[in-house]
């Protein structure tokens, strides 16, 4: 990677992007946005959970993307000072990859699962399925992992949504540990995201707080400035492996979009809260417990996603394999014939060992 514009300050920068995997590098920045090969994207840089700035992105091709961001030296500089540490070579063998992606695991659930992975989990489990009569047996195990281990290794994105003052921001803070959010009783406070990483359970979670709903048809500039908030928030709410509308409990008739998972606050002014409900001021560790139980219900997460020594799918490359082995033993399920599906799977596995295509 390397910036293309002069190195000094102006209105924008350019980074390109250049090597195989430069799409999937991009993307990790981006909220794991979609970029289709020559379409610019407007999307928000993220490093490491905070944002860095808003950049048009645009995959020239799968090798090639260009980055246009504001141009002050210090965000080019974190960018590519980001860029660097994420470089992991795809061509290096499986053991050097999940070694290089240790250094940014999201959790120690991650680490422990790229450790064992880096120590031969993977490879182990495709020499295992070369021999016929272990195939299938090997391939569902390998697909059980993999799927536990996908939001331990890139952390789901949690969207805290809602109507103004149903105390989003609140519930943010409880999550975080810390005051990342202004809270106050005045409606649309919250213009803007703010993101944190946090940890519940097991699992690291990109966690959102987004502007409130609520009808505003105002001109002045605040006005204005609320509904461009409001907009990006529906936006992230489609890019959300879970939104929870918070609503406030003493509401009446209020309703929620369809595809949420409805979460009541501020149970303690209620008799009688409807499930599930929470109350991040009285209760915080009572909040963060009843949320951590909501997302891992919701997104179907193991309690642990990691068992010592268990292979699993860990990065792109690996995930392609695995989607190969899945389309093998598709095709010879259609055909009902057990033994054939074996021979198959076994041969997928023995020539990707054989090209060290793993």
């Known amino acids: 990677m390397r910036e293309e514009t002069p190195r000094a300050r102006g209105a924008v920068s350019v980074v390109s992007v250049r090597g195989r995997g430069a799409v999937e590098r991009v993307r990790g920045m981006c909220a794991r946005a979609a970029l289709t090969i020559g379409v610019p994207h407007l999307v928000r840089l993220s490093l490491e959970g905070d944002d860095l700035d808003e950049a048009l992105v645009c995959a020239l091709r799968e090798d090639h993307v260009e980055i246009h961001l504001h141009g002050s030296p210090v965000l080019v500089r974190a960018l590519l000072r980001s860029l660097a540490a994420t470089h992991v070579d795809i061509d290096a063998p499986a053991e050097e990859r999940a070694r290089a992606l240790l250094a940014r695991a999201p959790c120690e659930s991650a680490a422990r699962i790229l450790l064992d992975q880096s120590e031969g989990a993977w490879r182990a489990a495709l020499e295992r399925m070369t021999r016929a009569e272990n195939a299938l047996e090997e391939f569902e195990r390998l697909s059980r992992a993999s799927r536990a281990a996908r939001f331990a290794l890139e952390p789901a994105r949690l969207v805290l949504a809602g109507p103004v003052n149903a105390g989003k921001s609140t519930v943010f803070n409880v999550l975080a540990g810390e005051r990342r959010a202004l809270t106050s009783s005045e409606p649309g406070t919250t213009r803007d995201l703010v993101r944190t990483t946090v940890t519940l359970g097991r699992y690291a979670i990109d966690l959102l707080d987004t502007a409130g709903e609520r009808e505003n048809a105002g001109t002045d500039p605040a006005a204005r400035v609320e509904r461009a908030g409001q907009e990006r928030a529906r936006a992230e709410r489609s890019r959300a492996d879970l939104v929870l ?14 595809g949420v998972v409805r979460l009541w606050t501020c149970a303690d002014r209620v008799p009688e809260a409807p499930a599930p409900c929470v109350s991040a001021l009285r209760d915080p560790a009572g909040a963060r417990s009843t949320i951590a139980e909501l997302v891992h219900e919701r997104l179907d997460l193991a309690r642990d996603p ?25 095709g010879g399920s259609a055909t009902a014939h057990a033994p054939s599906v074996q021979s198959a799977l076994a041969q997928t596995a023995r020539s990707a060992l054989a090209a060290n295509a793993i």
């Open 245 to 258: 509308w918070l609503t406030d409990a003493a509401a009446k008739g209020t309703s929620a979009p369809a």
């Open 306 to 330: 990691w068992t010592s020594m268990e292979a699993c799918a860990f990065d792109p490359r690996s995930r392609a394999l695995l989607a190969e082995l899945a389309g093998v033993a598709r």
